[in-house]
């Protein structure tokens, strides 16, 4: 009752009171008083939701103060010396391999930042699994790395902590864990019950308290103490475990708890009974056998129906893997259920259980600093370890496990010290690998290799979801994890059975994923296994091969080497035995998966390399090695059979695989291993045996006869040529290739990174990827090694990217350097490790490109020969092959039939022959002894040749070669007289038939049968190693293997006579080649150039060949001049033989072929290039009306189109109108312009801001809203121009369509399936002719007649006369046009340019769709375009000149539109804008206009504008002299604004003196035209009213620091009227075509007042130009003045308050630019990448940035979402009216937003190499690109992205 008491009392109060009581030294009371509370309060029987315990424990363990404070005092007791942070998947971390000292070592941001890493080798990384720092972690990273605060080991002085702090916390959290863990066996339900499991819902009920725990961890070491003993105590666990006896529930809850443990191990507790009786044994084909070993009985099939059905199919299967597993295991305790200690252990039985949730195992990570839960939580995490794994395998969201159980593991693992405790007291290894046996014997079939029906080996089915989802990676990646500490590795590899374990794990994949060669059909279902199958090999068995081999370096480790080796015999032999294999593979099968050959031959390798053992003393015996080259050999050949087509039908999937084993990834542990196994077999077996299995195995046998024709049963003859290529170059690779005979580490680096760099130009990035890992580890230097740098620093050059505007982004790239392709190109490399054949091509490509351009040979080059490193001295048996007499045979057979061009033959087979011969002449065999003696020919009547030596064997004459062929042949003789030789003739006369005594002869013709031989020495060898195993041989004829399809005609044997030698065949290829008898005179060999040999085609080849020759045997020399002297050519055949087709050299039909290809190429090249060219000149109407300037005649004629649809050209006419081809764009570029050259800098502290007030569209809008709080709306709106955010700018490519052909267009477009970049619906199109992107097309105005030339024409009139004309015509009321299909056209493209921007940016008036506000808006797109021109020209017209833009300019067209538009408003003349301009008008009257407001006075209003609005209402086309007039009185209005605004900025003082000096002046001639008389006017003027002056006194005073002198007053004036100047010339030249002069740029004003006429004529440079010597003043400028300075003034006294900001306005703006950029991309990643959004004020997944504004915003976030629309696209269409340009932080990437479109523009942050990292996949420091950054902010200016970006795609406003 006393508990119910406490319950009902204030927590803290309570609590307060029993901390106390607990305190006493009797606390027995307080100790019943707590436990009788907790028991109330901590009942696991109320619902966990239920949060009222939580508060009460926080309470208790505060012991009455605040929960926060308490928590504040433990932690400044922490006495951690690790940082520890936990961390969930893609959290960003850092990995510096320069500190770490295991792979898997990572730091938080805050500790890498916090360190000095310069010019180390890190990356930032996304985490995929979760991590935790390791900083100040000494086991696992360098002390040098740690940061600051854990460099300094704070541990030492922290004060040790009073005792009664934490008491209350010891008292309190067994009880909690213990109700955490209640809650957990309450809620867990197995998963093959009926009931519905949702075991979420039973943890999300938990989140409080395990978050709570979580919390507890981060109160640091003092509190980790605390729970350690907690978590360990077995004392506590035994006392609270059960709960009390009269506690019915929580007995209730513990057996529910037994009940769970029950099955907890690998073999579950029934089956245990069942094994013991009886073997269980079940079908090798369903997996279910092996389920049941892993007590996963599936329910409803009891065992005994399994026993029964399969007892005889599987018996063998079956047993062998229960025996197997009962044998191997030492340790019981892995199969028995676990048994629980302690809290620690319980809870991380749950976290399994439940799947690893991510808070259970974030705390359990969180408390790894402190040390003895570390080593308590390894050994329950290792004791627990089969249950992880029987648990991942059931689980459904394995991915998601997988990552969380490496998250714990790695953090575990990673620490040698732990590594190496927990493998000797807890059996790791033992318990690792019995699991993964478990794991893959659940997945067991039988093997179909070899003898199907009594095959004994089962393999791993691949299309299992073990293997296919990867479930065993994170088993395997512990085990690799293990395995790369020393200790651990050294302990595995000396533990016999643990070998002998692993060996029969790795024989499960040992041929994998058989594929079976389909012969019929093609095959229905492509099976995608082989992905898993590469991945299990390269995973379950490389991996863990490499990790065990790097500790096999030194000698010491010779007996590991000696013991693994051994056993992978002796696996290897019960493989054999198990497949049923004695000596001939099954034909059609092919694996591409041999773990146990690679790594017998990986652990070879490091025998001779490293550890300096003999080679013979790991080798088994002859028949031995024989069995093991079997299937490595035949991968080889299958994988020539796939190149030449053979296994199409096995669909592209066998492509697949082909590629995949020599791909990268994967070459060094599949392909190299297997050929150096092969080069290891032929080192040791007899070279003719070998050579003649090769062949056999390549099935060209039957090719290789000195017959024109034979029979092949095995090959059609379109595969005999690749296949015999194929086999060729695998015999050079074999002979030639050096990675494991000899070369070292840093050569084979070398040699990966050459090959690579000759077949393409490669990135940085792409390089590491694509050299092997092996031998060469990238990540930390070798010691002693060349580092990836450095060498490739040697081999290459670094080409920096480069930038073809409106090309594609090139990254920075690497090419081989001059000396490399000359001595250090190797084709064979390049072969052996090309994955696509074009590669190859590509890098002959460029091998003869650099030929041609370094001058050395211009041919087709054949590939070099590269001489070779010298071989390891125990692989000189490799060099027998290439002096053998089989070898010879072939090559002296393939030299005759290229000769006599039989079938089949190609330019590649001749270049390998030579490859092979030259290789034979460089590596000699040592013992030749009789090596110049001349050869007695009498003794080798047996064979082809004397020895096996090439040399001797080269000069060796062979006469009479007997052959098999078929009747049908032309050898074969058909009439019986012997004398006659009729065909024989037709046959070349060489190989002319016997017609002499003939009998006589047959003694001395050759045969030569392949398979016979190789049949004689196999069963020599065999005979030779074991007598009694004769009756292994099955005798087997060659033909009974494959019977050929249809009856082949009889073979016949007959004898042909050759008399050719090795040496006389070449030199013959050497006359056929170059086509010239007698190529080669007598002497040629003394006038020989060594040098020049190294580079060239065939005959260079040959030339070297008989030269190395001839300088190695003096006879052989003799013989090459005996040949050349005598030599004579090959008959040519007659015209009707059949060998007619070969006449011409295939070489020069190929030749020719190619040449006629370029000379079509550039044909059609030139071609285009001239349509090109005339297409671009579409005459423009501007650029001809300045051509016409020059000629004095008037212009009759009207201009023509040519329309890019129908191509017909014409003139545009009111029926049939013209259009030009636009793109209408809405843009705010304008707007963003400020008033400082200098780009503002993007922030990255929380200090900077950016603001956007002093940006040009800002002000623009802050003084229309002041003009319309005061002055008239309607006078308002003609005052000032819109459109600087928001305009529309109009751009064409200059090309022109009738409008009706584009409607056409337009529907053909719209019928068009094909999905295209645009949308048809809303009027996108391309460009017909140059396809560049447009949306609408404005209409070409109907040609100019006779008004052209009196357009242009000088005037004299006065200007006062001109000025009345101007008012005249003003005044002339606008003509509605005629209703014709030119005036739809250009309503339609009004309407078009309406609606490309959005509402807000034309209604600027009081009332929206006024006309007021639609004349505003039409005459601002015009004052837009003029704008945008004059920033594309660099912000003036110095550089003068038709710009590029000029000529695809479509100014000219869009004024004739908005014009005949605007001609619909007049103005109505009493507020004419002119009559103030040029007439002094009497004040009205204010009658009853008090309540309206005032018009906006001239000084106030924007001249540019009212130029436009002139030009654009007066009657078109307007003539040059009103222009002129127009901008002369303008000029006067914009020179006094000038004045009044510059007085404003004087100080009162300046300004009095001005004024008086001035005044004197005022009598003077011209007084008009000086500056100093105006101002002191103007300063007089509006000083009548006080407070003009007053409003700036404030901010002038403090600009005042320098004097005003005349000079600096005029250049004030000037800058002040160059924007108005400039827009007039623009227009000028737009409108009348004149030139625009260049000039420099102090010279502008001069150059420009004189091109619109303001100044008579070029000023003398020697005397400067006044501003105010352009005045005309058409009445006194002195009234003029007056009245519009009295506007000002007249103003009432608010009015005037405000408003007179208005006179200080300043039209210059700066280029507009994006922000600027720091150049470390970290520090806006840093900065952003964890930054709150400010609209929903969560982290955004992808956080983006604008680069014009600064903005940052949510990309594709949910959260921001508005009316359906994201956040980037809104504010695209805010800030750059529907063109934003987005940084995604957290892929490095720019986006461009434009209209309902976007496209990925690429990256402005390259790394070191010049490489961007999209998705910042590799994590290295990435520095600005300035030139990439300069393209985008051109191509934003100059609104081009829409050209020069190609891939578009719709957002559907998702972005």
Same mark, same amino acid.
């Given at each position: 009752?006393?508990?119910?008491?406490?319950?009902?009392?204030?927590?803290?109060?309570?609590?307060?009171?029993?901390?106390?009581?607990?305190?006493?030294?009797?606390?027995?009371?307080?100790?019943?008083?707590?436990?009788?509370?907790?028991?109330?309060?901590?009942?696991?029987?109320?619902?966990?939701?239920?949060?009222?315990?939580?508060?009460?424990?926080?309470?208790?363990?505060?012991?009455?103060?605040?929960?926060?404070?308490?928590?504040?005092?433990?932690?400044?007791?922490?006495?951690?010396?690790?940082?520890?942070?936990?961390?969930?998947?893609?959290?960003?971390?850092?990995?510096?391999?320069?500190?770490?000292?295991?792979?898997?070592?990572?730091?938080?941001?805050?500790?890498?930042?916090?360190?000095?890493?310069?010019?180390?080798?890190?990356?930032?990384?996304?985490?995929?699994?979760? /991590?935790?720092?390791?900083?100040? &972690?000494?086991? @696992?990273?360098? !002390?040098? %790395?740690?940061?600051?605060?854990?460099? *300094?080991? =704070?541990?030492?002085?922290?004060?040790?902590?009073?005792?009664?702090?934490?008491?209350?916390?010891?008292?309190?959290?067994?009880?909690?864990?213990?109700?955490?863990?209640?809650?957990?066996?309450?809620?867990?339900?197995?998963?093959?019950?009926?009931?519905?499991?949702?075991?979420?819902?039973?943890?999300?009920?938990?989140?409080?308290?395990?978050?709570?725990?979580?919390?507890?961890?981060?109160?640091?070491?003092?509190?980790?103490?605390?729970?350690?003993?907690?978590?360990?105590?077995?004392?506590?666990?035994?006392?609270?475990?059960?709960?009390?006896?009269?506690?019915?529930?929580?007995?209730?809850?513990?057996?529910?708890?037994?009940?769970?443990?029950?099955?907890?191990?690998?073999?579950?507790?029934?089956?245990? /009974?069942?094994?013991?009786?009886? &073997?269980?044994? @079940?079908?090798? !084909?369903? %997996?279910?056998?092996?389920?049941?070993? *892993?007590? =996963?009985?599936?329910?409803?099939?009891?065992?005994?129906?399994?026993?029964?059905?399969?007892?005889?199919?599987?018996?063998?299967?079956?047993?062998?893997?229960?025996?197997?597993?009962?044998?191997?295991?030492?340790?019981?305790?892995?199969?028995?259920?676990?048994?629980?200690?302690?809290?620690?252990?319980?809870?991380?039985?749950?976290?399994?259980?439940?799947?690893?949730?991510?808070?259970?195992?974030?705390?359990?990570?969180?408390?790894?600093?402190?040390?003895?839960?570390?080593?308590?939580?390894?050994?329950?995490?290792?004791?627990?370890?089969?249950?992880?794994?029987?648990?991942?395998?059931?689980?459904?969201?394995?991915?998601?496990?997988?990552?969380?159980?490496?998250?714990?593991?790695?953090?575990?693992?990673?620490?040698?010290?732990?590594?190496?405790?927990?493998?000797?007291?807890?059996?790791?290894?033992?318990?690792?690998?019995?699991? *993964?046996?478990?794991?893959?014997?659940?997945?067991?079939?039988?093997?179909?290799?070899?003898?199907?029906?009594?095959?004994?080996?089962?393999?791993?089915?691949?299309?299992?979801?073990?293997?296919?989802?990867?479930?065993?990676?994170?088993?395997?990646?512990?085990?690799?994890?293990?395995?790369?500490?020393?200790?651990?590795?050294?302990?595995?590899?000396?533990?016999?059975?643990?070998?002998?374990?692993?060996?029969?794990?790795?024989?499960?994949?040992?041929?994998?994923?058989?594929?079976?060669?389909?012969?019929?059909?093609?095959?229905?279902?492509?099976?995608?296994?082989?992905?898993?199958?590469?991945?299990?090999?390269?995973?379950?068995?490389?991996?863990?091969?490499?990790?065990?081999?790097?500790?096999?370096?030194?000698?010491?480790?010779?007996?590991?080497?000696?013991?693994?080796?051994?056993?992978?015999?002796?696996?290897?032999?019960?493989?054999?035995?198990?497949?049923?294999?004695?000596?001939?593979?099954?034909?059609?099968?092919?694996?591409?998966?041999?773990?146990?050959?690679?790594?017998?031959?990986?652990?070879?390798?490091?025998?001779?390399?490293?550890?300096?053992?003999?080679?013979?003393?790991?080798?088994?015996?002859?028949?031995?090695?024989?069995?093991?080259?079997?299937?490595?050999?035949?991968?080889?050949?299958?994988?020539?059979?796939?190149?030449?087509?053979?296994?199409?039908?096995?669909?592209?999937?066998?492509?697949?695989?082909?590629?995949?084993?020599?791909?990268?990834?994967?070459?060094?542990?599949?392909?190299?291993?297997?050929?150096?196994?092969?080069?290891?077999?032929?080192?040791?077996?007899?070279?003719?045996?070998?050579?003649?299995?090769?062949?056999?195995?390549?099935?060209?046998?039957?090719?290789?006869?000195?017959?024109?024709?034979?029979?092949?049963?095995?090959?059609?003859?379109?595969?005999?040529?690749?296949?015999?290529?194929?086999?060729?170059?695998?015999?050079?690779?074999?002979?030639?290739?050096?990675?494991?005979?000899?070369?070292?580490?840093?050569?084979?680096?070398?040699?990966?990174?050459?090959?690579?760099?000759?077949?393409?130009?490669?990135?940085?990035?792409?390089?590491?990827?694509?050299?092997?890992?092996?031998?060469?580890?990238?990540?930390?230097?070798?010691?002693?090694?060349?580092?990836?740098?450095?060498?490739?620093?040697?081999?290459?050059?670094?080409?920096?990217?480069?930038?073809?505007?409106?090309?594609?982004?090139?990254?920075?790239?690497?090419?081989?350097?001059?000396?490399?392709?000359?001595?250090?190109?190797?084709?064979?490399?390049?072969?052996?490790?090309?994955?696509?054949?074009?590669?190859?091509?590509?890098?002959?490509?460029?091998?003869?490109?650099?030929?041609?351009?370094?001058?050395?040979?211009?041919?087709?080059?054949?590939?070099?020969?590269?001489?070779?490193?010298?071989?390891?001295?125990?692989?000189?048996?490799?060099?027998?092959?290439?002096?053998?007499?089989?070898?010879?045979?072939?090559?002296?057979?393939?030299?005759?039939?290229?000769?006599?061009?039989?079938?089949?033959?190609?330019?590649?087979?001749?270049?390998?022959?030579?490859?092979?011969?030259?290789?034979?002449?460089?590596?000699?065999?040592?013992?030749?002894?009789?090596?110049?003696?001349?050869?007695?020919?009498?003794?080798?009547?047996?064979?082809?040749?004397?020895?096996?030596?090439?040399?001797?064997?080269?000069?060796?004459?062979?006469?009479?070669?007997?052959?098999?062929?078929?009747?049908?042949?032309?050898?074969?003789?058909?009439?019986?007289?012997?004398?006659?030789?009729?065909?024989?003739?037709?046959?070349?006369?060489?190989?002319?038939?016997?017609?002499?005594?003939?009998?006589?002869?047959?003694?001395?013709?050759?045969?030569?049968?392949?398979?016979?031989?190789?049949?004689?020495?196999?069963?020599?060898?065999?005979?030779?190693?074991?007598?009694?195993?004769?009756?292994?041989?099955?005798?087997?004829?060659?033909?009974?293997?494959?019977?050929?399809?249809?009856?082949?005609?009889?073979?016949?044997?007959?004898?042909?006579?050759?008399?050719?030698?090795?040496?006389?065949?070449?030199?013959?290829?050497?006359?056929?080649?170059?086509?010239?008898?007698?190529?080669?005179?007598?002497?040629?060999?003394?006038?020989?150039?060594?040098?020049?040999?190294?580079?060239?085609?065939?005959?260079?080849?040959?030339?070297?060949?008989?030269?190395?020759?001839?300088?190695?045997?003096?006879?052989?020399?003799?013989?090459?001049?005996?040949?050349?002297?005598?030599?004579?050519?090959?008959?040519?055949?007659?015209?009707?033989?059949?060998?007619?087709?070969?006449?011409?050299?295939?070489?020069?039909?190929?030749?020719?072929?190619?040449?006629?290809?370029?000379?079509?190429?550039?044909?059609?090249?030139?071609?285009?290039?001239?349509?090109?060219?005339?297409?671009?000149?579409?005459?423009?109407?501007?650029?001809?009306?300045?051509?016409?300037?020059?000629?004095?005649?008037?212009?009759?004629?009207?201009?023509?189109?040519?329309?890019?649809?129908?191509?017909?050209?014409?003139?545009?006419?009111?029926?049939?109108?013209?259009?030009?081809?636009?793109?209408?764009?809405?843009?705010?570029?304008?707007?963003?312009?400020?008033?400082?050259?200098?780009?503002?800098?993007?922030?990255?502290?929380?200090?900077?801001?950016?603001?956007?007030?002093?940006?040009?569209?800002?002000?623009?809008?802050?003084?229309?809203?002041?003009?319309?709080?005061?002055?008239?709306?309607?006078?308002?709106?003609?005052?000032?121009?819109?459109?600087?955010?928001?305009?529309?700018?109009?751009?064409?490519?200059?090309?022109?369509?009738?409008?009706?052909?584009?409607?056409?267009?337009?529907?053909?477009?719209?019928?068009?399936?094909?999905?295209?970049?645009?949308?048809?619906?809303?009027?996108?199109?391309?460009?017909?002719?140059?396809?560049?992107?447009?949306?609408?097309?404005?209409?070409?105005?109907?040609?100019?007649?006779?008004?052209?030339?009196?357009?242009?024409?000088?005037?004299?009139?006065?200007?006062?006369?001109?000025?009345?004309?101007?008012?005249?015509?003003?005044?002339?009321?606008?003509?509605?046009?005629?209703?014709?299909?030119?005036?739809?056209?250009?309503?339609?493209?009004?309407?078009?340019?309406?609606?490309?921007?959005?509402?807000?940016?034309?209604?600027?008036?009081?009332?929206?769709?006024?006309?007021?506000?639609?004349?505003?808006?039409?005459?601002?797109?015009?004052?837009?375009?003029?704008?945008?021109?004059?920033?594309?020209?660099?912000?003036?017209?110095?550089?003068?000149?038709?710009?590029?833009?000029?000529?695809?300019?479509?100014?000219?067209?869009?004024?004739?539109?908005?014009?005949?538009?605007?001609?619909?408003?007049?103005?109505?003349?009493?507020?004419?804008?002119?009559?103030?301009?040029?007439?002094?008008?009497?004040?009205?009257?204010?009658?009853?206009?008090?309540?309206?407001?005032?018009?906006?006075?001239?000084?106030?209003?924007?001249?540019?504008?009212?130029?436009?609005?002139?030009?654009?209402?007066?009657?078109?086309?307007?003539?040059?002299?009103?222009?002129?007039?127009?901008?002369?009185?303008?000029?006067?209005?914009?020179?006094?604004?000038?004045?009044?605004?510059?007085?404003?900025?004087?100080?009162?003082?300046?300004?009095?003196?001005?004024?008086?000096?001035?005044?004197?002046?005022?009598?003077?001639?011209?007084?008009?035209?000086?500056?100093?008389?105006?101002?002191?006017?103007?300063?007089?003027?509006?000083?009548?009213?006080?407070?003009?002056?007053?409003?700036?006194?404030?901010?002038?005073?403090?600009?005042?620091?320098?004097?005003?002198?005349?000079?600096?007053?005029?250049?004030?004036?000037?800058?002040?009227?160059?924007?108005?100047?400039?827009?007039?010339?623009?227009?000028?030249?737009?409108?009348?075509?004149?030139?625009?002069?260049?000039?420099?740029?102090?010279?502008?004003?001069?150059?420009?007042?004189?091109?619109?006429?303001?100044?008579?004529?070029?000023?003398?440079?020697?005397?400067?130009?006044?501003?105010?010597?352009?005045?005309?003043?058409?009445?006194?400028?002195?009234?003029?003045?007056?009245?519009?300075?009295?506007?000002?003034?007249?103003?009432?006294?608010?009015?005037?308050?405000?408003?007179?900001?208005?006179?200080?306005?300043?039209?210059?703006?700066?280029?507009?630019?994006?922000?600027?950029?720091?150049?470390?991309?970290?520090?806006?990643?840093?900065?952003?990448?964890?930054?709150?959004?400010?609209?929903?004020?969560?982290?955004?997944?992808?956080?983006?940035?604008?680069?014009?504004?600064?903005?940052?915003?949510?990309?594709?976030?949910?959260?921001?979402?508005?009316?359906?629309?994201?956040?980037?696209?809104?504010?695209?269409?805010?800030?750059?009216?529907?063109?934003?340009?987005?940084?995604?932080?957290?892929?490095?990437?720019?986006?461009?937003?434009?209209?309902?479109?976007?496209?990925?523009?690429?990256?402005?942050?390259?790394?070191?190499?010049?490489?961007?990292?999209?998705?910042?996949?590799?994590?290295?420091?990435?520095?600005?690109?300035?030139?990439?950054?300069?393209?985008?902010?051109?191509?934003?200016?100059?609104?081009?992205?829409?050209?020069?970006?190609?891939?578009?795609?719709?957002?559907?406003?998702?972005?």
């Amino acid at each position: 009752m006393m508990a119910a008491s406490l319950l009902r009392r204030d927590k803290k109060a309570t609590a307060a009171h029993l901390k106390a009581d607990l305190n006493r030294t009797d606390n027995t009371s307080g100790v019943r008083q707590l436990q009788e509370l907790l028991d109330a309060v901590l009942n696991p029987e109320k619902p966990a939701a239920d949060t009222d315990a939580l508060d009460w424990c926080k309470c208790l363990i505060a012991g009455g103060d605040g929960f926060e404070d308490f928590c504040k005092t433990v932690r400044s007791y922490d006495n951690a010396t690790l940082c520890g942070l936990v961390w969930t998947a893609n959290f960003v971390a850092y990995r510096c391999r320069t500190c770490g000292i295991s792979p898997c070592m990572s730091l938080c941001a805050e500790c890498f930042n916090n360190g000095d890493h310069t010019g180390h080798d890190f990356n930032m990384f996304r985490s995929q699994a979760g /991590g935790a720092c390791d900083c100040g &972690d000494s086991n @696992v990273m360098r !002390e040098s %790395g740690f940061c600051r605060p854990h460099r *300094l080991r =704070t541990g030492e002085n922290v004060p040790s902590i009073p005792r009664d702090l934490l008491l209350m916390s010891e008292m309190v959290l067994p009880r909690f864990i213990l109700c955490i863990i209640q809650y957990l066996r309450d809620g867990y339900i197995e998963p093959d019950t009926s009931t519905e499991r949702d075991l979420q819902k039973v943890l999300q009920q938990l989140e409080p308290q395990i978050s709570f725990l979580e919390e507890l961890t981060k109160m640091g070491g003092a509190m980790r103490t605390v729970l350690t003993k907690i978590l360990t105590n077995q004392q506590t666990f035994k006392e609270l475990s059960m709960g009390q006896e009269e506690n019915l529930y929580a007995k209730k809850n513990y057996d529910k708890y037994l009940s769970a443990l029950k099955n907890s191990g690998l073999v579950s507790v029934e089956e245990k /009974g069942q094994g013991a009786t009886a &073997d269980v044994t @079940v079908g090798a !084909e369903g %997996g279910a056998g092996a389920m049941v070993l *892993l007590g =996963t009985t599936a329910p409803g099939s009891p065992d005994e129906s399994n026993k029964e059905e399969d007892q005889d199919a599987g018996q063998s299967v079956g047993q062998r893997k229960r025996v197997k597993l009962s044998s191997s295991t030492k340790d019981p305790c892995i199969i028995e259920s676990l048994k629980h200690k302690c809290f620690l252990e319980e809870l991380l039985f749950w976290t399994i259980k439940y799947e690893f949730p991510q808070k259970m195992v974030t705390f359990l990570l969180n408390m790894l600093p402190d040390q003895d839960y570390k080593i308590t939580f390894t050994k329950t995490f290792v004791q627990h370890y089969a249950f992880i794994m029987k648990t991942l395998m059931k689980s459904h969201e394995s991915d998601t496990m997988s990552n969380r159980i490496v998250h714990i593991s790695v953090q575990l693992f990673s620490n040698e010290e732990l590594a190496r405790h927990v493998t000797e007291e807890c059996q790791l290894l033992d318990i690792m690998v019995t699991v *993964l046996l478990y794991m893959m014997e659940s997945c067991l079939i039988k093997s179909e290799l070899q003898d199907e029906e009594n095959s004994r080996h089962v393999v791993v089915n691949c299309s299992e979801a073990l293997l296919k989802n990867n479930t065993y990676w994170p088993l395997v990646s512990d085990f690799i994890n293990i395995l790369s500490h020393q200790s651990v590795a050294k302990k595995f590899l000396e533990d016999h059975s643990l070998l002998m374990l692993w060996m029969s794990f790795v024989s499960f994949f040992q041929g994998m994923n058989l594929n079976k060669r389909e012969l019929n059909e093609h095959v229905e279902f492509e099976s995608q296994t082989y992905y898993a199958a590469f991945a299990a090999e390269l995973e379950a068995c490389a991996q863990p091969m490499w990790g065990l081999l790097t500790h096999c370096k030194v000698k010491e480790t010779q007996e590991y080497t000696k013991t693994v080796v051994r056993y992978c015999l002796e696996t290897l032999q019960i493989w054999f035995d198990a497949i049923g294999f004695i000596d001939e593979p099954a034909p059609n099968q092919v694996t591409f998966h041999l773990p146990l050959h690679r790594y017998y031959a990986m652990f070879l390798s490091k025998a001779v390399k490293c550890q300096g053992l003999d080679l013979d003393s790991l080798l088994p015996d002859q028949e031995m090695l024989m069995k093991i080259m079997v299937h490595p050999l035949q991968i080889q050949a299958c994988l020539s059979e796939i190149h030449s087509n053979m296994w199409v039908r096995n669909g592209l999937q066998i492509k697949g695989q082909a590629m995949t084993y020599v791909q990268s990834h994967f070459c060094n542990s599949m392909i190299d291993p297997d050929i150096y196994l092969l080069q290891v077999c032929a080192s040791r077996l007899d070279p003719d045996y070998f050579i003649s299995s090769v062949f056999e195995r390549f099935k060209v046998v039957d090719l290789l006869t000195m017959a024109s024709q034979h029979q092949n049963a095995v090959l059609d003859s379109e595969q005999e040529r690749p296949m015999l290529e194929g086999a060729l170059t695998f015999l050079v690779i074999l002979t030639s290739l050096r990675i494991h005979l000899g070369m070292t580490d840093d050569e084979i680096l070398r040699a990966e990174m050459v090959s690579q760099l000759c077949m393409n130009d490669r990135t940085h990035s792409a390089l590491l990827d694509l050299i092997p890992e092996n031998p060469n580890p990238k990540s930390g230097i070798v010691p002693g090694s060349c580092s990836f740098e450095e060498m490739l620093s040697a081999v290459a050059d670094f080409k920096a990217p480069v930038f073809e505007p409106g090309g594609s982004m090139q990254q920075g790239m690497y090419t081989p350097k001059a000396e490399v392709w000359e001595k250090e190109f190797d084709p064979i490399m390049v072969v052996l490790r090309t994955v696509y054949r074009r590669d190859v091509q590509s890098a002959m490509d460029r091998y003869s490109a650099f030929l041609k351009q370094s001058g050395i040979h211009t041919g087709n080059p054949w590939p070099p020969y590269k001489e070779r490193t010298p071989l390891h001295p125990c692989y000189k048996g490799l060099i027998k092959l290439l002096h053998c007499k089989t070898l010879h045979i072939v090559i002296f057979t393939l030299l005759y039939k290229i000769w006599m061009d039989h079938q089949n033959m190609s330019e590649h087979v001749l270049c390998m022959v030579l490859y092979l011969i030259e290789l034979g002449l460089d590596n000699q065999v040592q013992d030749n002894k009789e090596d110049e003696e001349p050869c007695i020919e009498e003794h080798c009547h047996d064979s082809w040749f004397p020895g096996t030596n090439l040399l001797s064997n080269l000069h060796h004459v062979i006469n009479f070669v007997r052959v098999r062929v078929p009747e049908t042949a032309p050898e074969v003789k058909r009439e019986a007289p012997p004398s006659t030789s009729t065909e024989a003739s037709s046959y070349g006369q060489n190989s002319r038939r016997l017609t002499g005594n003939w009998r006589e002869n047959l003694r001395e013709a050759q045969v030569f049968s392949l398979v016979a031989e190789r049949r004689r020495k196999f069963q020599e060898i065999i005979n030779r190693s074991n007598t009694e195993a004769t009756q292994v041989v099955r005798p087997k004829s060659s033909s009974t293997r494959w019977v050929p399809p249809g009856t082949p005609p009889q073979l016949v044997t007959e004898i042909l006579e050759i008399r050719e030698s090795m040496l006389s065949l070449l030199i013959k290829l050497h006359q056929k080649l170059s086509s010239k008898q007698n190529s080669l005179s007598a002497s040629w060999l003394e006038d020989m150039d060594m040098n020049r040999h190294a580079h060239g085609d065939g005959i260079t080849a040959i030339e070297r060949i008989l030269t190395k020759a001839a300088t190695r045997s003096c006879q052989i020399k003799r013989s090459i001049q005996d040949i050349c002297g005598k030599v004579c050519p090959p008959v040519p055949p007659k015209k009707n033989s059949p060998t007619d087709k070969k006449t011409m050299d295939k070489e020069e039909r190929r030749q020719r072929a190619r040449e006629r290809q370029q000379k079509l190429l550039a044909e059609f090249a030139s071609r285009q290039k001239s349509f090109m060219e005339t297409a671009m000149d579409v005459e423009s109407p501007e650029t001809e009306a300045a051509m016409d300037l020059g000629a004095s005649e008037v212009m009759e004629s009207e201009v023509l189109y040519d329309c890019v649809i129908c191509g017909q050209s014409g003139p545009s006419t009111e029926d049939r109108p013209t259009g030009l081809v636009v793109l209408l764009q809405a843009s705010s570029v304008l707007g963003h312009r400020c008033k400082s050259k200098e780009a503002k800098k993007l922030p990255t502290s929380d200090e900077e801001h950016i603001y956007a007030a002093d940006t040009c569209g800002v002000a623009h809008d802050v003084r229309l809203t002041l003009m319309q709080r005061f002055f008239k709306d309607s006078s308002c709106l003609q005052s000032v121009s819109i459109g600087w955010d928001g305009g529309v700018y109009v751009q064409t490519c200059g090309h022109t369509l009738h409008i009706d052909c584009h409607k056409s267009y337009m529907e053909s477009l719209r019928n068009d399936q094909v999905l295209q970049g645009f949308s048809v619906d809303k009027g996108e199109f391309t460009c017909p002719l140059c396809r560049q992107f447009a949306n609408s097309v404005l209409p070409c105005r109907p040609g100019r007649g006779t008004e052209a030339g009196a357009w242009h024409t000088p005037t004299n009139k006065k200007t006062c006369v001109l000025v009345k004309e101007v008012e005249d015509l003003q005044e002339k009321l606008g003509l509605f046009p005629t209703e014709s299909n030119l005036s739809k056209e250009m309503e339609l493209v009004i309407k078009d340019i309406k609606n490309t921007t959005q509402k807000k940016y034309m209604d600027y008036g009081k009332n929206p769709g006024s006309p007021d506000n639609d004349f505003l808006f039409m005459y601002s797109v015009a004052r837009t375009n003029l704008e945008l021109e004059l920033v594309h020209r660099g912000g003036n017209l110095c550089s003068g000149g038709a710009s590029a833009a000029a000529k695809r300019s479509c100014l000219n067209q869009l004024f004739h539109v908005l014009a005949m538009h605007m001609r619909l408003y007049s103005i109505d003349s009493a507020y004419n804008p002119w009559t103030k301009l040029t007439q002094v008008t009497q004040s009205r009257e204010t009658d009853g206009f008090d309540e309206e407001r005032p018009e906006v006075p001239m000084l106030f209003r924007d001249v540019p504008s009212l130029l436009i609005i002139f030009v654009l209402t007066m009657p078109q086309p307007l003539r040059k002299e009103h222009f002129t007039c127009v901008v002369k009185m303008l000029y006067n209005l914009q020179f006094t604004q000038a004045l009044a605004a510059l007085s404003s900025k004087f100080s009162p003082e300046e300004r009095q003196a001005w004024s008086t000096a001035g005044a004197l002046k005022k009598s003077a001639a011209n007084a008009d035209k000086s500056f100093e008389v105006l101002l002191s006017h103007v300063i007089s003027e509006l000083s009548k009213d006080k407070s003009v002056y007053k409003v700036n006194a404030e901010e002038t005073s403090m600009l005042i620091s320098s004097v005003w002198s005349p000079q600096s007053i005029e250049f004030s004036l000037q800058q002040f009227c160059l924007p108005f100047l400039r827009l007039s010339c623009l227009l000028q030249h737009h409108l009348y075509g004149d030139n625009l002069t260049g000039c420099q740029e102090e010279e502008e004003f001069a150059s420009l007042a004189v091109c619109l006429g303001l100044l008579p004529s070029a000023p003398q440079p020697s005397n400067t130009v006044h501003s105010a010597s352009c005045l005309q003043w058409v009445v006194c400028a002195f009234d003029l003045v007056i009245q519009w300075c009295a506007e000002v003034t007249g103003l009432s006294q608010m009015q005037a308050e405000q408003s007179l900001t208005l006179v200080v306005q300043d039209p210059q703006w700066a280029a507009p630019r994006l922000l600027q950029l720091p150049d470390n991309y970290n520090i806006i990643f840093q900065y952003y990448h964890r930054k709150a959004c400010t609209a929903c004020k969560k982290v955004p997944k992808d956080p983006a940035l604008c680069l014009v504004c600064g903005a940052f915003v949510c990309l594709k976030g949910v959260c921001c979402k508005q009316q359906g629309t994201c956040e980037c696209v809104l504010h695209s269409q805010h800030c750059g009216a529907a063109t934003g340009i987005f940084l995604l932080i957290n892929a490095s990437v720019i986006i461009i937003i434009r209209g309902h479109r976007f496209c990925l523009w690429g990256s402005v942050y390259l790394d070191a190499h010049g490489e961007e990292d999209r998705d910042l996949r590799r994590g290295k420091p990435l520095f600005l690109c300035e030139e990439r950054y300069r393209v985008l902010e051109q191509q934003w200016v100059s609104h081009t992205f829409d050209h020069i970006n190609k891939r578009w795609g719709p957002h559907y406003n998702g972005l």
